[in-house]
């Protein structure tokens, strides 16, 4: 059993910051990738920043520069520094695990942390 958990969601004010931590718990499988999306009211579902455990990333253009994601592999956590925040990043944050079980990826969901920024 894989369970994501996350934290750090909140209010802020435009320009403001936040950091999101997300934390996989479970055993029998090797993680190849984390990352996070986030969804708006409305809106589908989109990516926002990945991370591979050989430390590649990649950004959406709408946050390149402004948000930061970072891992702790030993500690199975994802980290989600946003920075410059705005009020159209406003959304719920979901984090992602895609881990390897017999040579098939299976990708997991976290529970979603609510981000608002006011204007």
């Known amino acids: 059993q894989v369970q994501l958990v996350e934290s750090g969601g909140g209010l802020v004010q435009a320009g403001g910051s936040l950091r999101l931590s997300c934390t996989v718990s479970g055993s029998g499988f090797r993680l190849n990738a984390m990352g996070w999306y986030r969804q708006a009211p409305g809106k589908q579902r989109e990516l926002v920043a990945t991370?591979?455990?050989?430390?590649?990333?990649n950004y959406a253009a709408s946050v390149k520069g402004r948000f930061t994601i970072s891992s702790d592999n030993a500690k199975n956590t994802v980290y989600l520094q946003m920075d410059s925040l705005k009020p159209e990043d406003t959304a719920v944050y979901y984090c992602t695990s895609d881990r390897v079980v017999a040579g098939t990826t299976f990708r997991s969901w976290g529970q979603g942390s609510q981000v608002t920024v006011s204007s």
């Open positions: 991370i591979t455990s050989g430390g590649t990333i």
